[in-house]
């Protein structure tokens, strides 16, 4: 069974950073994809970034290209999300997500396994 666990969020004013980890377990990933989605109140799960857990490639939601970055950490089964220069229209719980198979959607719905989600709140 996959288990994603989510850490790193909290609050912080405008311009700031924060970095969210995903530690994945249960099985061992290969070609599949990670993802990061967030969810605002009153608004639907929207794609943040993405990339496979071999390769190099990496994904980004137009609106935060250049602000975030998206890596990973093999030996640690880990993904992060480097948040800088947040806005508050960033606020959202931020999940992170993995499918069975190989491919890159952006749709939620597509996903397989998602953490409990980690709160980001960005204050003016």
């Known amino acids: 069974q996959v288990q994603l666990v989510e850490s790193g969020g909290g609050s912080v004013q405008a311009g700031g950073s924060l970095r969210l980890s995903c530690a994945a377990s249960g099985r061992t990933f290969s070609n599949n994809v990670m993802v990061w989605f967030r969810q605002a109140p009153g608004k639907e799960r929207e794609f943040v970034a993405a990339?496979?857990?071999?390769?190099?490639?990496?994904y980004y939601v137009d609106s935060v290209k250049g602000r975030f970055t998206i890596s990973r950490d093999n030996a640690k089964n880990t993904v992060y999300l480097q948040m800088n220069s947040l806005k508050p229209e960033d606020t959202a719980v931020y999940y992170c997500?993995?499918?069975?198979?190989?491919?890159?959607?952006?749709?939620?719905?597509?996903?397989?396994?998602w953490g409990q989600g980690t709160q980001v709140t960005v204050s003016s």
């Open positions: 990339l496979r857990w071999s390769g190099s490639t990496k």
């Open positions: 997500a993995v499918g069975n198979g190989p491919g890159l959607f952006t749709t939620a719905s597509r996903y397989n396994y």
